[in-house]
């Protein structure tokens, strides 16, 4: 609740790179208090533990003790029975190896039979494993006269100083007979609890006559003079009894050491951890703070850089000539701008927010919903649209108008919205219409023109040849005539002489002025015949090789598709003399479905810069085919030369009516 509460201040407050700080450190401090909790439950845990791992070693040395102690009890006891039988030495060390007591029994080291006589026992017989350990004083030991019924344990102190022994006497036998065993305290503890206490302190201690405490071991000895003990973290006391005397008063003790080795130095390696993870979890909060932070900041530059891209697309929206309208899947519009408030005669304010099907005309609303549902799922983003026939807008007054419109479509959170953006081409089709008429217009009169050239061509051509002529040869008879009247070797004869000369090339020129008109032959003979005698008369000028192909196999050509193929073929040669340096020039006529002429040549070919604006040659010659309804092309292969390629559609008749 405290870190959503600083976050919410932090997103709201001016203060953030504060707020962030004091984030960081109550997470810090939150973490670290998380560490210790973690420590002291820890540390409790494995304390319970090694406290109770000391209970229960403790418990089960005192238990080893006890069994050692009451096996020797039942060895005494068997033994005081067996004190009447075995009275010299011998057969009572047979008896002792027979019971293997010096295997079975730990730190035995003499095990004896007595006499009992009030509180004093003595040494009658006795086997011992070393050296035999004297019970006191002429090998006599006082006991108290209560241990008369239920036997005793008492201190010995014999052999090395502060080596102690333990003397277990067994309970009185037949005749005052009695048994006893005198135990080597240090072997009995090692051999028997050895293993369970070498890491712990035991101390014990046994009551004297007078019932005093004197400790018999200590495992801590010997130790250096003023060697201290160590710290006791753990202790525990405990009585070991022989029959149902205490015999045995233990302490154990421990120190920190035994802890440690116990693992509860866990606990401070986990507080360890803890506080580094925290230091770890506030540096990692820290630097997604500060991430935050840098993201926070990119978001409102990105807001900002988005609200200026919105800003001018509106502008944009606001500005452009053409109408744009954007529909969502309902077909409703959302955005309508000032030019399409125009075109439409409706405000944005009336046209947003209702179906776009108000500006359709009425038989065309379901096609245009289905071509906008389709287009929506091509995926395509733009298209378009119209391409299948005219497109018309429905003003708000019900008029309608043509035009061109594009649609895209964009997907985005709120869903897919459709954009059409759109321009009245009413006053283009318009403009167009009067283009168009225009142009049909100057087509037909510039065949009507090339029809009266050509007629005019026609008419000269034939003057030339038919009116000038005749008065030219009617000139040259009158020469002819005058020669003969005077002396041909007179110098009135050489004139007149020169006179029928000139006469002669004056027709000769007038004869080609009519035929560069117009060649007789194309009106006579057709196209095929009128371009081999015009190419005879190029080779001969020009001194070009020109090869002709097709023309004897072409079926007869229309009047007007013959004089425009024959003018072409007439530029192009003439551009070739001109311009393409050239040696040899083929012409190939053929006709199938068309009318197809190829001049070619292995000249240098077009020009890199385009031909001058008053270059008329080609314009001409593509005019022709135009006017023809055919097509010119004027290109060089790379080979080299040009190719002048003119195809005129063939109007076949129609067919004939079946005859019934």
Same mark, same amino acid.
């Given at each position: 609740?405290l870190?959503?509460?600083?976050?919410?201040?932090?997103?709201?407050?001016?203060?953030?790179?504060?707020?962030?700080?004091?984030?960081?450190?109550?997470?810090?401090?939150?973490?670290?208090?998380?560490?210790?909790w973690?420590w002291?439950?820890?540390?409790?845990?494995l304390?319970?533990?090694v406290?109770?791992?000391?209970?229960?070693?403790t418990a089960?040395?005192t238990?080893?003790?006890?069994?050692?102690?009451?096996?020797?009890r039942e060895?005494?006891?068997?033994?005081?029975?067996?004190?009447?039988?075995?009275?010299?030495?011998n057969?009572?060390?047979? %008896?002792?190896?027979?019971?293997?007591l010096a295997?079975?029994?730990?730190?035995l080291?003499?095990?004896g039979?007595?006499a009992?006589?009030?509180?004093?026992?003595?040494r009658?017989v006795? %086997?011992?494993?070393r050296?035999?350990?004297a019970?006191g004083?002429?090998?006599?030991l006082?006991?108290?006269?209560?241990?008369s019924?239920?036997?005793a344990?008492?201190p010995l /102190?014999?052999?090395?100083?502060?080596?102690?022994?333990?003397v277990?006497?067994?309970?009185?036998?037949?005749?005052?007979?009695?048994?006893?065993?005198?135990?080597?305290?240090?072997?009995?503890?090692h051999?028997?609890?050895?293993?369970?206490v070498?890491?712990?302190?035991?101390l014990?201690?046994?009551p004297?006559?007078?019932g005093?405490?004197?400790?018999?071991?200590?495992?801590?000895?010997?130790? &250096?003079p003023?060697e201290?003990r160590?710290?006791?973290? %753990?202790?525990?006391?405990?009585?070991?009894?022989?029959?149902?005397?205490?015999?045995l008063?233990?302490?154990y003790?421990?120190?920190?050491?035994?802890?440690?080795?116990?693992g509860?130095?866990?606990?401070?390696l986990?507080?360890?951890?803890g506080?580094?993870?925290?230091?770890?979890?506030a540096?990692?909060?820290?630097?997604?703070?500060?991430?935050?932070?840098?993201?926070r900041?990119?978001?409102?530059r990105?807001?900002?850089?988005?609200?200026?891209?919105?800003?001018?697309l509106?502008?944009?929206?606001?500005?452009v000539?053409?109408?744009?309208?954007?529909?969502d899947?309902?077909?409703?519009? /959302?955005?309508?701008?000032?030019t399409?408030?125009?075109?439409?005669?409706?405000?944005?304010?009336?046209?947003?927010g209702?179906?776009?099907?108000?500006?359709?005309?009425?038989?065309?609303?379901?096609?245009?919903?289905?071509?906008?549902e389709?287009f929506?799922?091509?995926g395509?983003?733009?298209?378009?649209?119209?391409?299948?026939?005219?497109?018309?807008?429905?003003?708000?007054?019900?008029?309608?108008f043509?035009?061109?419109?594009?649609?895209?479509?964009?997907?985005?959170?709120?869903?897919?919205?459709?954009?059409?953006?759109?321009?009245?081409?009413?006053?283009?089709?318009?403009?167009?219409?009067?283009?168009?008429t225009?142009?049909?217009?100057?087509?037909?009169?510039?065949?009507r023109?090339?029809?009266v050239?050509?007629?005019?061509?026609?008419?000269?051509?034939?003057?030339?040849?038919?009116?000038?002529?005749?008065?030219?040869?009617?000139l040259?008879?009158?020469?002819?005539?005058?020669?003969?009247?005077?002396?041909?070797?007179?110098?009135?004869?050489?004139?007149?002489?020169q006179?029928e000369r000139?006469?002669?090339?004056?027709?000769?020129?007038?004869?080609?002025?009519?035929?560069?008109?117009?060649?007789?032959?194309?009106?006579?003979?057709?196209?095929?015949?009128a371009?081999?005698?015009?190419?005879?008369?190029?080779?001969?000028?020009?001194?070009? &090789?020109?090869?002709?192909?097709?023309?004897?196999?072409?079926?007869?050509?229309?009047?007007?598709?013959?004089?425009?193929?024959?003018?072409?073929?007439?530029e192009?040669?003439?551009?070739?003399?001109?311009?393409?340096r050239?040696?040899?020039?083929?012409i190939?006529?053929?006709?199938?479905?068309? %009318?197809?002429?190829s001049?070619?040549?292995?000249?240098?070919?077009?020009?890199?810069?385009?031909?001058?604006?008053?270059?008329l040659?080609?314009?001409?010659?593509?005019?022709?085919?135009?006017?023809?309804?055919g097509t010119?092309?004027?290109?060089?292969?790379?080979?080299?030369?040009?190719v002048?390629?003119?195809?005129?559609?063939?109007?076949?008749p129609?067919?004939?009516?079946?005859?019934?």
């Amino acid at each position: 609740m405290l870190m959503s509460r600083l976050i919410a201040r932090a997103a709201s407050g001016p203060s953030l790179r504060r707020v962030d700080r004091l984030t960081i450190v109550v997470l810090f401090l939150l973490c670290v208090a998380l560490a210790l909790w973690g420590w002291v439950a820890v540390r409790t845990t494995l304390e319970s533990n090694v406290a109770a791992r000391f209970a229960s070693r403790t418990a089960a040395a005192t238990d080893k003790l006890a069994i050692a102690l009451s096996a020797y009890r039942e060895v005494v006891h068997h033994g005081a029975m067996a004190t009447t039988a075995q009275t010299d030495e011998n057969a009572w060390s047979e %008896y002792v190896r027979q019971m293997h007591l010096a295997q079975r029994l730990p730190g035995l080291a003499t095990f004896g039979a007595c006499a009992r006589d009030g509180d004093r026992i003595a040494r009658r017989v006795a %086997y011992s494993v070393r050296d035999e350990v004297a019970l006191g004083p002429e090998n006599t030991l006082v006991v108290a006269h209560a241990a008369s019924a239920t036997g005793a344990a008492y201190p010995l /102190q014999a052999g090395t100083p502060g080596h102690k022994f333990l003397v277990l006497v067994s309970d009185a036998g037949p005749a005052s007979g009695c048994a006893y065993a005198i135990v080597d305290i240090d072997t009995l503890v090692h051999v028997a609890i050895g293993p369970l206490v070498h890491d712990l302190t035991l101390l014990v201690a046994m009551p004297d006559a007078s019932g005093h405490l004197c400790p018999v071991f200590d495992s801590m000895s010997p130790r &250096a003079p003023g060697e201290p003990r160590p710290a006791v973290v %753990y202790r525990a006391q405990t009585i070991v009894r022989y029959g149902t005397r205490p015999a045995l008063f233990l302490t154990y003790s421990a120190s920190g050491e035994f802890a440690r080795l116990r693992g509860t130095g866990v606990a401070m390696l986990v507080l360890m951890l803890g506080v580094a993870m925290s230091g770890l979890t506030a540096l990692a909060w820290a630097l997604a703070l500060r991430e935050r932070r840098g993201a926070r900041s990119l978001s409102a530059r990105v807001a900002e850089d988005k609200r200026c891209c919105e800003s001018r697309l509106y502008s944009v929206i606001q500005s452009v000539r053409e109408a744009i309208i954007t529909i969502d899947e309902n077909h409703r519009i /959302q955005i309508f701008n000032p030019t399409a408030e125009n075109i439409f005669q409706c405000s944005a304010m009336d046209a947003i927010g209702t179906p776009l099907d108000r500006f359709i005309p009425a038989r065309f609303r379901e096609v245009h919903r289905a071509h906008i549902e389709r287009f929506g799922l091509t995926g395509v983003t733009e298209r378009r649209m119209g391409s299948g026939g005219q497109l018309a807008g429905l003003r708000a007054d019900g008029a309608e108008f043509p035009m061109e419109a594009s649609i895209s479509q964009t997907v985005d959170a709120s869903g897919k919205f459709y954009t059409v953006i759109l321009r009245d081409v009413t006053e283009h089709r318009r403009i167009a219409t009067a283009l168009q008429t225009s142009r049909n217009e100057l087509e037909k009169l510039s065949g009507r023109l090339q029809e009266v050239r050509e007629a005019e061509k026609r008419r000269i051509a034939r003057e030339l040849h038919d009116d000038l002529g005749q008065r030219l040869t009617a000139l040259k008879m009158d020469a002819s005539l005058l020669r003969r009247s005077v002396d041909g070797h007179s110098p009135a004869g050489e004139g007149v002489a020169q006179i029928e000369r000139a006469i002669d090339g004056i027709v000769v020129a007038v004869r080609q002025m009519a035929a560069d008109l117009r060649p007789p032959m194309l009106d006579d003979l057709g196209l095929g015949p009128a371009i081999e005698w015009y190419i005879q008369d190029f080779s001969r000028r020009y001194g070009v &090789a020109v090869d002709l192909t097709g023309a004897p196999t072409l079926p007869p050509v229309p009047p007007a598709v013959a004089t425009g193929l024959f003018r072409i073929v007439q530029e192009a040669l003439n551009n070739v003399a001109k311009h393409a340096r050239a040696t040899s020039v083929t012409i190939d006529l053929c006709c199938d479905t068309a %009318y197809r002429l190829s001049i070619s040549d292995n000249g240098r070919g077009l020009p890199e810069r385009p031909p001058k604006p008053n270059s008329l040659g080609l314009i001409s010659m593509r005019e022709r085919a135009r006017l023809l309804g055919g097509t010119l092309e004027v290109h060089s292969p790379a080979e080299g030369g040009t190719v002048v390629t003119a195809v005129i559609p063939r109007r076949l008749p129609p067919p004939a009516p079946p005859v019934l």
